[in-house]
């Protein structure tokens, strides 16, 4: 169970407010202004293994608190268990996906019941909506944006 937990942890991570400019060795340059995403995020219910899954992001600053709320339905209508998080976050370079698209790279440190984890991932705002990069392991940065999983603004 708590590789699960770890895994919903691992999916529902996010960033706040920062900014500035950034470039890869590819050349790719870009603005990345992320300010104005301080507040609440919520997320579509999703499948994740045998369970399905709705995040609520609470953003300030460079620190967050985030619930996962566990069901055992498609419709997440009935709760089983919920899992809050905090932590904080590094905005790192912008990137392009492999399939093209741009995103940033955010590291987070986790505080989950005494213990840090560290996690790489990548983000993609477009809006009032965002997206994560789809998790390979948790040493490794995704490649590519996660589309199942959906955060809008709240």
Known sequence: MFLK???VLGLTLFLAACGGNSSDSSGVSESVELQGFNGSWRSNCYLLDDLYVIDTFFVSGKLFSAVSE???DPSC???LATIPINGSFTAGDALVTDSGLN???IDFLIEFEGDDFEFLDIIRIDGDTFNFGVLVDFDSRPSELDFEVTFTRI
């Open 5 to 7: 937990v770890v895994k």
């Open 70 to 72: 566990v069901f055992d």
């Open 77 to 79: 209508s009935e709760v």
């Open 103 to 105: 995103a940033l790279e």
